[in-house]
């Protein structure tokens, strides 16, 4: 099974952390399994930016986010080119390394 590394993020998981994950799970899904609460307002359908990671290690195994993913992205807070939706960063055999953003655009959040 895949590792993802998260390095530390102030409100979500202030310590970093290091999950498990099914091959063919999204990185959002092994979060949400793992109890690290990251945002995903438009649960999980690619709607939103909210979701939102840089991938530091491992980008390539994640395969080419569609059209509908970069235009997305375009609009997502901190955009580096390795840049991904976790919802739509579906996991091979490879391990990776994620940062989530300090910042969204999530106006709805409470």
């Known amino acids: 099974m895949p ?5 530390p993020h102030h409100e979500y998981c ?3 952390a290091t999950v ?3 091959r063919g799970t ?7 399994e ?3 609460p990251i945002e995903h307002a438009c649960e999980l359908s690619c709607a939103c930016t909210t979701c939102h990671v840089i991938v530091r290690k491992g980008y390539g195994s994640l395969g080419d ?3 509908s993913e970069e235009d997305l992205l375009d609009r997502a807070w901190g955009l580096e080119p390795t840049s991904r939706l976790s919802c739509q960063a579906i996991l091979s055999d490879q391990d990776v390394t994620i940062e989530i953003p300090r910042y969204s655009i999530n106006h709805a959040k409470e």
């Open 3 to 7: 590792v993802i590394t998260i390095l």
């Open 14 to 16: 202030p310590q970093g």
């Open 20 to 22: 498990e994950a099914e």
């Open 26 to 32: 999204s990185i959002c899904e092994a979060l949400l």
């Open 34 to 36: 793992h109890d690290i």
């Open 65 to 67: 986010p569609d059209e």
